[in-house]
């Protein structure tokens, strides 16, 4: 489990998804372009969170992440597993 996620939701779910873009491909991008790379990858329950955080960043919506820490830790999750899988751990 990553600490500190708690009023950090956005910022901790959008470097988890350029560390997984970094981890997959070897390319450093910006938060949203690793979100728009990730999302397509993720169950549907997930994509929409990270969907959410990705137009948050750019703007386009007041993210609210109040009532949803299981599924915040979920993606968090899933997401963590992911970039180890890519160095087979």
């Not at 990705?54 to 968090?76: F, M, P, Q």
Request: hydrophobic residues 45%.
């Amino acid at each position: 489990m990553i600490e500190g996620i708690k009023g950090d939701e956005r910022n901790v779910i959008l470097t988890l998804a350029r560390m997984w873009l970094t981890a997959a491909i070897g390319e450093i991008s910006p938060k949203d372009v690793a979100a728009e790379w990730a999302i397509p990858r993720l169950p549907q329950e997930h994509a929409t969170l990270l969907d959410l955080a990705r137009k948050a960043y750019r703007g386009e919506v007041v993210d609210n992440w109040e009532g949803l820490d299981s599924e915040v830790t979920a993606l968090v999750n899933h997401m963590k597993k992911s970039i180890e899988s890519c160095f087979g751990i």
